[in-house]
């Protein structure tokens, strides 16, 4: 009986802190909550939006990743806007959904869909030499198509996937388009190059040693964020080398947005950042807007080699503005996609290549 009363009496003294340290617990999940509609609603209001009413009619787009997230959303504002479009993507379900969607929502039939995997030198290649073949112009390109990290291996190539991907097969892309963009253009209508990379640069490396391979980063988000900064670098070089050419490139950072890229890492786990993210900073809607303006604002078509953010000019890493740095990147990204000093001397030429 004793001993009864003891455990009793121990109980009843160790509520009050039992129901304090609740309490503790609520403030603080509270305070977060608190924290992330603060964060939500400053986002929601500083979010940029592309103001440009410009018509696109008779200039041809190509969206790489133009049939899901961002991409379907820039891909459908330019058809609506009169612009033949090209999306391009791996899956030919997925390109074949987002061509109706562009198609049914932009009132534009004028749009079609190619197939595109940007972790194939042969299929980058391939699309290239379609696009130069059967295309009249090419007014812009917006290079949106990446991954995030569905895990560290090599591509039949011998590259890593995600570099591959998201750094690597744009700039094959691009050089090998760049005389369709370079007849294209005019002093008064320059052909645009848009990049899409990300937050994650500032905590990117451009190690030559390490450019690419299996193994050389933990955890693995940073060869995402390796080839975020790599795209940064590329479009500090390749404006250099497009002076005199009627053709501007410049490069994004769409911020947090949700769209399907977190999956990568875990179904379930990609689905609530998804939402989460979609709900504190930017829907892939949102997230459109900077490319968008980029691709339309008559002043952002001034200008070239530059970061924006928000439909403004930014500053990224200041490691993504060395020119030792992306001039070494370019001479081993073009080894590593075997384009020759004499093959790309040609890319900057007016004509097939």
């Not at 009864?4 to 129901?19: A, C, E, M, V």
């Not at 309490?23 to 929601?44: E, G, H, R, S, T």
């Not at 299996?214 to 964020?225: D, F, K, M, N, S």
């Not at 939402?275 to 070239?304: I, M, N, P, W």
Request: with cysteine; hydrophobic share 45%; proline share 3%.
């Amino acid at each position: 009986m004793n001993d009864s009363f003891n455990i009793n009496t121990k109980l009843r003294r160790g509520l009050p802190q039992y129901r304090h340290e609740r309490a503790d617990m609520l403030i603080v999940v509270l305070l977060i909550v608190a924290c992330a509609i603060v964060v939500a609603l400053y986002q929601k209001q500083t979010n940029g939006v592309c103001q440009s009413r410009r018509r696109l009619d008779g200039r041809t787009a190509i969206v790489t990743g133009g049939t899901s997230g961002m991409g379907l959303h820039i891909a459908e504002e330019l058809a609506r806007r009169g612009a033949r479009v090209i999306v391009a993507c791996p899956f030919p379900a997925e390109g074949a959904a987002g061509l109706a969607h562009v198609r049914s929502r932009s009132g534009n039939d004028d749009v079609v869909f190619k197939l595109l995997d940007l972790g194939s030198l042969e299929s980058v290649r391939a699309f290239a030499t379609h696009v130069l073949a059967t295309e009249q112009r090419l007014d812009i390109l917006v290079n949106n198509a990446g991954v995030g990290v569905p895990g560290d291996f090599l591509t039949r190539d011998g590259l890593s996937f995600i570099m591959q991907v998201n750094y690597f097969g744009t700039f094959q892309l691009t050089l090998l388009l760049l005389p369709l963009l370079i007849k294209s253009g005019s002093p008064e209508d320059p052909s645009r190059i848009v990049n899409t990379s990300s937050i994650a640069h500032w905590i990117g490396t451009a190690d030559m040693k390490r450019l690419t391979g299996a193994g050389h980063y933990w955890p693995t988000v940073r060869v995402y964020a390796n080839s975020k900064l790599c795209l940064v670098l590329f479009t500090h070089e390749l404006a250099k080398r497009l002076r005199g050419t009627n053709v501007v490139v410049n490069c994004v950072d769409p911020g947090a947005v949700g769209t399907r890229i977190f999956e990568s890492l875990n179904k379930l786990v990609g689905i609530v950042l998804n939402v989460a993210v979609q709900c504190l900073f930017k829907t892939a809607r949102q997230g459109a807007q900077t490319a968008l303006h980029v691709a339309l604002d008559e002043a952002a078509g001034r200008v070239s080699g530059q970061l924006f953010k928000n439909c403004a000019v930014s500053r990224g890493a200041a490691r993504a503005y060395r020119d030792d740095t992306a001039l070494q990147l370019w001479d081993e990204s073009a080894r590593l996609v075997h384009l020759t000093p004499a093959h790309i001397e040609k890319c900057f030429l007016s004509s097939t290549f």
